[in-house]
């Protein structure tokens, strides 16, 4: 692989999803040279082709968390402006992890008498200086790429609580409203923190529609409330709203 291979590769993983002409005017060569680049990049698995676009390969491991928090900054602060609407004072939160999550949690200094369990060691560090939080974390093992806390340690520590309010994310849904993580671990915790709150919000970014991971996790209608930073395609949003989900956009 070529120093512009690797450049490609790496580009896209920030990105996401990029038509043909954004990664040909990006690397300032032709649209021609830019499709044979990306045939030969699909072809060993680092990336992926779809009409005219090119897509991170959704089967590799997750990119950094700063990778996904400058990833689509704009549509993650869209996203956690809307979820604080649906919190209120006094409530108990629980905050998965993922930089969508971590964002809300930024957003919750205004808010009085919260009481928040998490396993997001970003989430806990934007509430340390909250005046007015009960702030609780999970102890065990830390994924140090993210730094959070996974696995049966994330699981068990949820299992011990009850919150009014789960705010949690994902790594991927499809056009089916099906969704995705890239391991076993995260869907342990998150299933766990579900399964323990009264009201479930799943904060998704637009980047992460229409693809898919390895490890199958649930479908956008089992939760209350969808929000995300543009309105979902339009037969999903419709079976969203007949199924009794809010969709905040």
């Known amino acids: 692989m070529n120093k512009r291979h690797h450049e490609i590769v790496q580009w896209v993983n920030l990105q996401g999803r990029q038509t043909l002409q954004a990664v040909a005017d990006q690397f300032s060569v032709s649209v021609q040279t830019i499709r044979s680049d990306i045939r030969l990049l699909a072809e060993k698995g680092l990336i992926l082709r779809s009409h005219g676009e090119v897509i991170p390969f959704p089967h590799r491991e997750n990119i950094s968390f700063d990778q996904r928090r400058i990833r689509h900054a704009a549509g993650k602060k869209h996203i956690a402006d809307l979820c604080v609407s649906k919190i209120a004072d006094?409530?108990?939160i629980f905050l998965g992890s993922g930089s969508s999550v971590a964002e809300v949690?930024?957003?919750?200094?205004?808010?009085?008498?919260?009481?928040v369990m998490?396993?997001?060691?970003h989430a806990a560090r934007n509430l340390c200086e909250h005046p007015d939080c009960e702030l609780t974390i999970s102890g065990g093992r830390v994924r140090m790429r993210d730094q959070d806390v996974i696995g049966g340690d994330a699981m068990r520590f949820f299992q011990r609580y009850r919150a009014d309010i789960g705010i949690f994310s994902v790594a991927a849904t499809n056009k089916q409203g099906y969704l995705f993580d890239f391991t076993d671990e995260e869907v342990m915790a998150r299933e766990?923190?579900?399964?323990?709150?009264?009201?479930?919000?799943?904060v998704i970014d637009s980047t992460k529609f229409d693809t898919e991971s390895r490890c199958l996790w649930g479908k956008m209608s089992d939760y209350d409330c969808i929000i995300t930073d543009q309105q979902p395609a339009p037969a999903l949003l419709s079976t969203l709203t007949y199924q009794g989900v809010e969709v905040l956009y």
């Open 90 to 92: 006094y409530q108990s």
């Open 105 to 115: 949690a930024s957003q919750l200094t205004s808010f009085q008498g919260l009481q």
């Open 118 to 121: 998490t396993t997001n060691l």
């Open 192 to 202: 766990a923190l579900v399964e323990h709150c009264h009201y479930r919000i799943l």
